[in-house]
DNA sequence: CTTCTTGCAAATAATTTGCACTCCA
DNA sequence: TGGAGTGCAAATTATTTGCAAGAAG
């Protein structure tokens, strides 16, 4: 695979990812530098992210809303709990997947690369919050 | 919300949801349907569809082609294991998870809900492919 | 200099929407 | 009958691609 040369905007993309906590669209990347890069096209910004991810520089997910976002690689490790109220989230040390795969290896012939594991539920705030709306004389929207 | 009424179209749809073991997109109902209802409309699937999964009749999913993807809610614990070349799936029945969510919840205070889970590979045929590909000078750094 | 990159514009692909007509309850 | 549902065509949105000009090594 070709050799990633060194231009300013690709060095700004990753500037952006890096910064940014959570993973970000190409189209928010755009924004962000269109004012330092007036003339910074979009599609560079697609295809430089996409080398990215191939290279494993940076994780690709596609959202809900069908938008694909991009992060940073390294930040992209580990399951989490997570709260569907609030997303308050709690890491998951303890993945219990290995045993499974190694069965599932044997079983299907598959070599496994991975897996995405996300466990959702209501953290202990919103399950008393959620007690005390259920008071019989206190109704309230959220 | 208003009354879903009951079109051999809807019905239809609904069938082939019911039918199909794997999440479907709306393109795939399509065409599944295209011969028996040759004037049926992509827009009356999606528009079908979104108003199954309002009414949670039916599970909406993004998956990493972009596409969205639909099934029966029922069907909703089942886990795949999903090929990272040719998108082949095969549905995990074992889920080791119940043991690791209780332990969550005793330890966190959250109240589990639901989890998903899915695992990625190579399935045999992209692995055999690949073996092939290998050209004589291979590449020894990884 | 030669390959990798970029910008721009045009092309796709999936999904959505407006509208007039049709059909179920 | 009246609102829900449909088909069709046009509109949107996110992303991709072809190509000539520009920069990096």
Redesign the interface.
């Known amino acids: 695979m070709a050799v990633l040369k060194n231009t300013k905007q690709r060095g700004a993309i990753m500037e952006i990812l890096r910064n940014s906590a959570d993973p970000v669209s190409a189209e928010e990347i755009f924004d962000s530098l269109k004012n330092e890069y007036p003339n910074l096209a979009l599609s560079t910004i697609y295809r430089n992210l996409e080398r990215f991810s191939e290279n494993g520089m940076v994780t ?1 997910d ?5 938008v ?1 976002r991009y992060s940073i690689a390294e930040e992209h490790h580990g399951h989490y ?1 997570v ?2 109220q609030c997303s308050n989230k ?1 890491k ?1 040390d ?1 993945c ?2 290995m ?3 190694q ?3 044997r079983d ?17 705030d919103c ?1 008393r919050r959620e007690q005390g709306a259920r008071e019989p004389h206190e109704k309230q929207g959220e």
């Open positions: 690709r596609v959202f809900n809303d069908g694909v709990l709260c569907t709690i998951i303890d219990p997947l045993r499974l795969e069965g599932l290896q299907t012939g598959y070599e496994i690369e991975g897996h995405t594991l996300t466990i959702y539920g209501k953290c202990p399950l």
